[in-house]
């Protein structure tokens, strides 16, 4: 197989089955404009890691995802799961068709799809970096890799409300935000420590807590405004108990990005951090929620090689 040769993996379910009904029309545009690409389709979750690790084995080198962030998620962890190749010689694109497309939104690249194929051909990339998490599933130890956003608390508690409501084939911003809220009601602040860098960050009752390699989730929230995809930091967010009814006030500033304001609220740019509960709290990576804590995160450095936007200016602090 020649590695200038795409391979699209398509996730029919992806924007509440919409993606089943456009690929056609999709997969049309993309061969109009010269693509030469293979498809393959998941059919279960996860599915997405195994069609990555089989299409490098393969010999393919340039990957779309088409589909969301869960799509994008299940991709990116195949790259870095398997041994065949460095995952430095692997491009990936995203056609976005899910229900938030919070990464591609980071990056500003368009939801339209022939101005997203247009971002493809210009072939415009860059180098993100890549978070490596360790959390419990199941009283055992696992691995996953984030490219976007990951958190423990209510930031995990929306997401599990949010994919119960995708499986019941309600989708779009508005079905974050009743997430939000239903999250919220059921949220009981948890006892326990937060090490940032190998020293103690906060000790006592944990609200919710944001890791940021991108900056936005949960349909264009911003709990990490200050993240930057490729300086090597994750941006950490803190939140000590705060009352309900306060946070319903206060909702709104993570759609404007000024949640730092906030004087429950602590922030910092780290490289490791690691989160230990008295009791098991639900741990989300990229907006799926895979297991509890204690959880540990570090960073793996301009990992990812990802097509971007042509309106998208990077801004690196190094």
């Known amino acids: 197989m020649n590695g200038s040769t795409w391979i699209a993996v398509v996730n029919p379910n992806a924007g509440g089955g919409r993606v089943a009904t456009e690929w056609p029309v999709l997969s049309n545009k993309l061969k109009g404009r010269g693509f030469v690409f293979e498809e393959v389709f998941t059919t279960h979750r996860y599915h997405a890691v195994e069609l990555v690790i089989y299409a490098l084995k393969r010999g393919f080198r340039k990957i779309i995802s088409v589909g969301g962030d869960g799509t994008l998620h299940e991709i990116v962890n195949g790259l870095f799961y398997q041994q065949e190749v460095p995952v430095s010689d692997v491009t990936l694109a995203v056609l976005p068709a899910g229900s938030a497309n919070d990464w591609t939104r980071m990056y500003r690249i368009p939801r339209d799809y022939d101005k997203a194929i247009d971002t493809i051909i210009d072939g415009r990339t860059v180098l993100q970096d890549v978070g490596r998490v360790e959390y419990v599933q199941a009283g055992v130890r696992n691995v996953r890799y984030m490219v976007n956003v990951a958190g423990v608390g209510l930031d995990a508690n929306i997401c599990w409300y949010c994919n119960a409501a995708k499986n019941k084939g309600?989708?779009?911003?508005?079905?974050?935000?009743?997430?939000?809220?239903?999250?919220?009601?059921?949220?009981?602040?948890?006892?326990?420590?937060?090490?940032?860098?190998?020293?103690?960050?906060?000790?006592g009752r944990i609200f919710s807590v944001g890791f940021g390699i991108g900056k936005y989730s949960g349909g264009g929230m911003m709990q990490v405004p200050d993240a930057v995809a490729d300086d090597g930091l994750i941006n950490l967010m803190l939140a000590r108990k705060v009352s309900k009814l306060k946070f319903l006030f206060l909702f709104k500033r993570l759609f404007k990005g000024t949640i730092y304001s906030v004087k429950e609220v602590s922030h910092k740019m780290i490289r490791k951090v690691s989160v230990i509960t008295r009791h098991p709290d639900r741990v989300e990576i990229d907006g799926e929620v895979v297991g509890t804590t204690p959880m540990t995160m570090d960073v793996l450095p301009q990992a990812l090689r990802v097509i971007v936007g042509r309106d998208f200016e990077p801004c690196s602090r190094n």
């Open 170 to 203: 309600r989708s779009g911003d508005m079905a974050y935000v009743k997430a939000a809220f239903k999250a919220l009601l059921g949220r009981r602040s948890k006892r326990g420590k937060v090490v940032a860098d190998g020293k103690n960050f906060f000790t």
